[in-house]
């Protein structure tokens, strides 16, 4: 049974840090691509960033570029971002999710996913 849990959100203020996690208790993760999402009130929800499976191949939307790190540890069954330099703009309900197919890349649009954990917020104030 597909089963991802994010964890690791919160209140921050601008310039800090915060470690998402999402743990695969459901074996999802098996050779599948991981991607993080973001979604702020009243706008789309919006790739942040994506690891393979195989070679952990990483991806970053430009707006995070260089202050957020995916990782995956896959004995654990588990996905990080690791995020530094909040801004208040950052400030969203954090998704993991990862798509059914496996060995597609790293797919950076939404409806590519189909396993969608519950997000968590997060918040930066300014």
């Known amino acids: 049974q597909v089963q991802l849990v994010e964890s690791g959100g919160g209140l921050v203020q601008a310039g800090g840090s915060l470690r998402l996690s999402c743990a695969d208790s459901g074996r999802t993760f098996s050779s599948r691509a991981t991607g993080w999402f973001r979604q702020a009130p009243g706008k789309e929800r919006e790739f942040v960033a994506g690891?393979?499976?195989?070679?952990?191949?990483?991806y970053y939307a430009d707006s995070v570029k260089g202050r957020f790190t995916i990782s995956r540890d896959n004995a654990k069954n588990t996905v990080y971002l690791q995020m530094n330099s909040l801004k208040p703009e950052d400030t969203a309900v954090y998704y993991c999710?990862?798509?059914?197919?496996?060995?597609?890349?790293?797919?950076?649009?939404?409806?590519?996913?189909?396993?969608w954990g519950q997000g968590t917020q997060v918040t930066v104030s300014s």
């Open positions: 999710a990862a798509p059914n197919a496996r060995g597609v890349g790293v797919p950076r649009k939404a409806y590519q996913y189909d396993y």
């Open positions: 690891i393979s499976w195989s070679y952990g191949s990483t």
